[in-house]
Structures are given as C-alpha cells and as structure tokens.
C-alpha cells in the first residue's frame, strides 16, 4: 500500500522536496532568486513538526527581520490547518540572542533586567567617555567612532582582542581604550548595545568555565534552520556554529550570488564555505525560477558566472522565453530620465500598473532627475527605503542656506541652519531672537541685526551669529556676479557644511556628499537663484500625491526581495556601477559584489528589463565622458536588444581592463574627456523656426526665433520664453 504524501508537500518540485525532507545532518538549501525558498522553510518546518521529529520549543529557527520572522510564524501554523505554534526559539539574531542572554545574564556581569540601549543612547554615552578622556569630539566624531565599536562586534571582537593598530589613528589611536571603558560603563549600568547580545553569548557559549549551558542547548536545540544564511556576520556565524555543534540538524538557506551587504558586515565565504564548516554537508540548488522570463534570467546568469567566488548554479524557467532585455545607450542624464519616461508611459498605454514597475538606481543621488521628469510628464511615485530628493536632510539644509540668501525675511529657513554646522547658537538663544523679532513686529535676520548692536548676548554667541551674518551679507553681494550653482558651491564649502559631512565617518555620509553636489548640478538649468528655488516649491507642492498606483524608486540594495513586471536599471557606467568607490576600497572582493547587485537588478523583473546607460555625465558640476559598465558587455547577446543614440559608445570591443581586473583601459576614445553642455555636437543651423523641440523644464514646443543660440520657443503649455539652444533637443 502506497502511503499518500501530505498536503503540504504537494506542489513543490524535486530540489524543494529533497530539501523539505532532508531534515538530518548539515544541509545547504542554495535558493536562487525567485525559486520559493521561503515555500521550503516554511514547508520544513511544518514536516518537522507534523512528522513529530521534534517539539516546538526544540527548533530554532532565525530570521534577519521581524517581518520575515512574522510570516513563518503565520505561514507554518497555515500549512498545520491554522494550528498555532507555540514556544518555539523563533526570530532575529538580536531578539534569539536577548532571549538567551536574559537567563545567563549574571554571567556577563548583568542582571536579567539589563537594558538594551538605541544608537542615539550609544552615542551619547561614548561621547561621554571621549569627554572625560580629554578627546576632541570634533575632529573624531563619537558616532564614527561607535561605528568602529559595532564593526568589532560584528567580527566578535572583545576589547582583549583589539589592538591599536585595529584602529588605526582613530581618537588618536585610543580607540581600544575607549572601546575598554565604554564595555565597564555599560556594564556598570546594566545595560547592552545590539552587538553585545550576540557578543556576550558568544564569550559565554565559548567559556570551558560554562560548559554546562552550551551543552544544555545542545540537549534543546535538535533542529536549526537559518534564512538568508549569505548576509550572517562573522559574529552571526560563530554563535550558530557553537550551537550546531550539538545535533547537527542545521539547515542554512540563502543564495551567495544576492550578498550584497558586506558594507555592513556580511560575509559571502561563510556560505562558500559551509561545506567545510559542516562535514558531510549535503547541497541541494533550487534553479527552478518562478518569478521571471527566460531572457531576464539567461541575461542575469551571464553576468553573475564572471564572479570567481561562488558555488554556482543556473536558473531556468518553465514558462516562455519573453521579452528580450533591452539596452539602451543615450548621450547624457536628462536623454536617460526622458527615455526611461517615455518607456513608463507606453507601459501606460498598454494597461500596466504604476505599482508593478521600479527604477533601481546604484547611487541615492540619481534619483533627482528622474523624480524630475516624473512630476512634468504627471506620473505618480514614491521612494522606497529613503525620503524624495528635496526632502532629504542635507537637501533641505542646503535649500535653506540658499533661501536665506534670496530673502533674509525666510525665518524658518534661518532657523533650520542657524546652528548647522554647529556653532554654540543653542535654543535659549534662538528663543531670545524670535521674542525680539515679536516685540519689534519684525524677522530673525533683523533682531539679530540689531542684536549685535548691543551687549545682551554672551561673547561667544555673539561672535558667531555676527560671523553668520557676515557670511549672508558677502554671499548675497556676490548673486549678480556669480553664477548661482557656483554660489552655492561656495557657500556649502564656506559655512562648513561640506566638511561636516566628510567629518561624518557613517556610512550615509559620502551618499549625502553625493546628493548635494547633484543638487548644485541640476541648479544650472535655471537661469536664476529664485528661478531654482521656486521650481523646488512647486516639485515639492506636487510630490504629495497619495493615489496607490505609484512607480517604485529605490536603490539596488532597497530592492532585494522585492520583484516587480518591469525594471529600470539606469546608470549602468564604469565608476558609477560597479561604484569605483567600492572597487578601490575592497578590489576585486568589490567588483564581485556590484556584480551581485547587477544580478540582484536583474531578477527582480518578471516580464521586463530595461538597462541603460549615458555616454555623458554630470558629476559635480562637469558634464564627465563615461563608457559603459563591464556588466553590459558580460550580457549575453541572445538574451539582450541593445541600441544606443549616435555619438555613444557601443559597448563590447571597445573596453579592455588593466591587470587588477578592475581599472577599465578605453581604446576608442579617451575616458575622462570634459564635455560642457556648448560642446555638444550639433548640425550646422540644427534649430531653425518652425522646429519641434523638448526643454527638460517646460516641455515640448516650436522655434518661433533664432538669434546666436537662442531660441525663443512657443511651448505647448508654458507660452513662449527665451531658452539656450543647448538645453533642448530636437523632436524631429
């Protein structure tokens, strides 16, 4: 008699049901992108615990978010008929970790009552230290400096196992001292940071002196399963090991072709290497796509075999090949963000949802022109993972800066910046400058005026709102002689802003550097300072749309996860992506990991893939030549249609790379070359009257005049104005 398998196993194909039942020993689920690796685990888990292997609370099972953890919960005790699971070991590192640490707590110098502090709180207390410890918090900022503290955690690194020269010369090379003294205070106070869960359980797990707790959750622990195993850290990795060691019965699923996080952490070789650290291991590969067409997946495939380190795999689909991947090539940033539009809109025509397509951009700064291009031509967004561009802190900052500059009467404006950077202009002084302006029915910028003119405020406030005010007075003589991105270029580089920043040892400041130089970049398409800053009202004005059918803009790690009908993967040049940033901090260790990203891009679409790339860029300030990304060049030919403007480079032959593998050597034209928007190569009389063109800003209209290179332009719905012939493009 054949027994019938059961419910919860029907519908999973060979490798997920090998996976499902293959519950002794190590096992290495390798679930490629789209191929139901969460359908496994859940599935797993319910066979362990219908098959009666194991009681709930003999499972530990880990997530890397409270989500991920949430959906297990609810999809296992589903596929059990709607049967609860009770007092089971599962959630995050952090939360399996606290757990833990609550009934050893005396162990590590705490009481169970111990408290777990935030980063704000982290930083508080270590600036608290670095006081006491006579070291400057200016020049080595106490947040940078926990940023040091949390990378030693996550490599489980005790303050016994840091030397100065782990370090370097942060706070003057004292950094393991103060990182001595920031563990006693913590301690002192009953209290924890996020990495000491993991980090105290480890030095306990570890200790021959408490051998009897290990080997109680080895007694407890006979099954283990672990999502996303390629995005654990060195931390992450070891407290698993030690509990493993017990049954055996480790099941680690992820997919070392998505470890895109080593930024924060992550390490790919604890996947690569699972074979090694778990003898006997078996590897099951899921291949089988569920999520996208033949061409997305033959395209993505090609590129990820260029990385070295990884165990391989190739994904295929059941369904039919689809839609080649498109590639296009266009002359410069704003050809790029109009391009991509017109594909959104003709996706439009043919009945797609705006919530079911994505443009994954590599730099946060990129979004500017597109988000740009999307409120002209109507089309209802959102920035996922992150705030609009003129949202954005440093965004507003800057604007403000601007806005005072234009019209000092701005109070709100004044009031954002005053003290940014700081300057010791703190709120009681603040308050004593809005009572003045009240009593004198005025605004800020003249109470301080007028202020200054006595001796009511302290020395050292004085000295700084008159050195403020002195700096507004200059930047604003210097608005009919100066260009206004120039302007404020200078005046973000003199008040200190800038620097504040490149002191900002966190890994968000190089991308809000990024973003303010892209902010003065686009402020030359305006022909005045007020001319910018209204624009920037209106955009923001008509950001606040609330319709559900919105297009997704997001960065490439934002969207791992997530899958959409149609992708936009814009920017696709050397030193843009793969980021040269990442290729001159971590060598090749990089490269394989933008490589990551691009496959990452790629298998989030499931109809449609679009990849594109400009032969010109503007990079602060400078329209810079780009060639295109290596990525494009490794896209195998059958699965792409690839076009590009005239003028463009074609990606293939032309580039070659030096001996590091990394540096691209440009053989058919010199990389680098500085184009100005003037430089622009254009048929001799390109625009003569009657001539459709498009203006980035006012849209579409005809040439009613020509005088030198400028046009006066009747547009479609802006009337006529008087425009550079360089910043339109013909329609024709």
Same mark, same amino acid.
């Given at each position: ?405 234009? #019209? ?198 499931? #109809? ?125």
């Amino acid at each position: 008699m054949t027994l019938l398998a059961p419910d919860y196993l029907s519908g999973l194909n060979d490798p997920q049901r090998e996976a499902v039942l293959s519950i002794e020993g190590p096992v290495l689920v390798l679930a490629g992108a789209g191929t139901g690796k969460t359908r496994v685990l859940t599935t797993r888990l319910a066979h362990i615990l219908q098959t009666g292997k194991a009681f709930p609370s003999q499972i530990l099972a880990v997530t890397f978010t409270n989500k991920a953890a949430q959906e297990m919960r609810e999809r296992v005790s589903h596929l059990r008929g709607g049967q609860p699971v009770e007092g089971w070991w599962l959630g995050t590192f952090h939360a399996l970790a606290a757990r833990m640490l609550r009934r050893h707590a005396d162990l590590a110098g705490l009481t169970s009552a111990f408290t777990i502090i935030d980063p704000d709180d982290q930083i508080r207390l270590l600036k608290q230290l670095m006081d006491n410890e006579n070291i400057d918090t200016k020049k080595w900022a106490p947040k940078a400096m926990i940023g040091i503290i949390d990378r030693w955690k996550d490599k489980a690194y005790s303050p016994e196992d840091v030397s100065a020269s782990d370090a370097g010369e942060a706070a003057g090379g004292r950094m393991p001292h103060l990182y001595r003294l920031y563990q006693e205070r913590l301690k002192t106070v009953n209290a924890c940071d996020f990495g000491d869960l993991l980090l105290h359980m480890i030095r306990i797990l570890r200790n021959p002196q408490h051998a009897d707790v290990l080997a109680d959750y080895h007694r407890r622990f006979r099954y283990i399963l672990v999502d996303e195993y390629q995005d654990t850290n060195v931390a992450q990795y070891m407290w698993l090991r030690l509990l493993a060691k017990g049954s055996g019965n480790i099941c680690c699923v992820g997919d070392d072709d998505q470890s895109i996080y080593g930024w924060r952490g992550a390490e790919v070789g604890n996947i690569l290497r699972f074979e090694q650290d778990f003898p006997g291991a078996k590897i099951i590969r899921l291949e089988q796509n569920y999520r996208s067409t033949g061409h997305i997946l033959g395209a993505a495939g090609g590129v990820i075999a260029h990385n070295e380190d990884r165990l391989g795999k190739t994904l295929w689909s059941a369904s039919d090949e689809g839609e080649r991947v498109v590639v296009r090539g266009l002359w410069d940033g704003p050809a790029e963000a109009r391009y991509v539009g017109e594909e959104i809109e003709q996706l439009q025509h043919k009945r797609w949802r705006l919530s079911q397509m994505a443009v994954l951009v590599r730099a946060g700064f990129q979004t500017r022109e597109f988000e740009e291009r999307f409120i002209q031509l109507g089309l209802n967004y959102k920035v996922v993972g992150g705030q609009r561009f003129y949202e954005r802190q440093e965004i507003r900052d800057a604007l403000a800066y601007l806005r005072v500059v234009a #019209q000092p009467a701005d109070d709100l404006a004044l009031e954002r910046i005053i003290n940014v950077p700081k300057r010791g202009i703190g709120d009681t002084t603040i308050q004593m400058l809005y009572a003045v302006a009240r009593s004198k029915d005025s605004n800020l910028y003249v109470a301080i005026s007028q202020l200054l003119e006595t001796d009511e405020l302290k020395p050292k406030t004085k000295a700084a709102l008159a050195q403020v005010m002195g700096d507004f007075e200059r930047w604003r003589s210097l608005l009919s002689t100066s260009g206004h991105g120039a302007l404020a270029s200078q005046i973000l580089d003199e008040s200190g802003y800038i620097a504040m920043w490149q002191a900002d040892k966190s890994p968000d400041a190089p991308g809000r550097i990024e973003n303010l130089k892209e902010l003065i970049a686009g402020m030359g398409e305006y022909e005045t300072l007020p001319a910018f800053l209204e624009h920037v009202a209106l955009v923001l004005e008509r950001n606040d749309q609330n319709s559900d059918d919105a297009l997704s803009i997001m960065t490439l790690h934002g969207a791992k996860g997530l899958e959409f009908d149609a992708v936009f993967l814009p920017g696709w040049e050397e030193g843009l992506f793969p980021s040269q940033r990442s290729m001159d901090e971590n060598g090749m260790k990089g490269l394989e990991e933008e490589r990551r990203l691009a496959y990452v891009g790629l298998t989030r679409a499931r #109809q449609r893939a679009y990849i594109s790339y400009a032969a010109n860029r503007q990079m602060y300030g400078s329209w810079i030549s780009a060639i295109p990304s290596r990525f494009v060049d490794e896209l195998p030919a059958e699965h792409i249609e690839s076009s590009s403007e005239q003028g463009t480079y074609n990606p293939g032959r032309s580039q070659h790379w030096d001996s590091s593998g990394i540096t691209p050597v440009v053989r058919s034209r010199p990389a680098g070359t500085s184009y100005s928007r003037q430089d622009r190569p254009l048929p001799k009389d390109a625009y003569t009257r009657g001539v459709r063109v498009f203006h980035e800003k006012f849209g579409k209209g005809v040439v009613v005049n020509v005088d030198g290179h400028k046009l006066d332009i009747a547009f479609d719905r802006g009337g006529t104005k008087r425009v550079m012939d360089s910043f339109v493009s013909r329609e024709d």
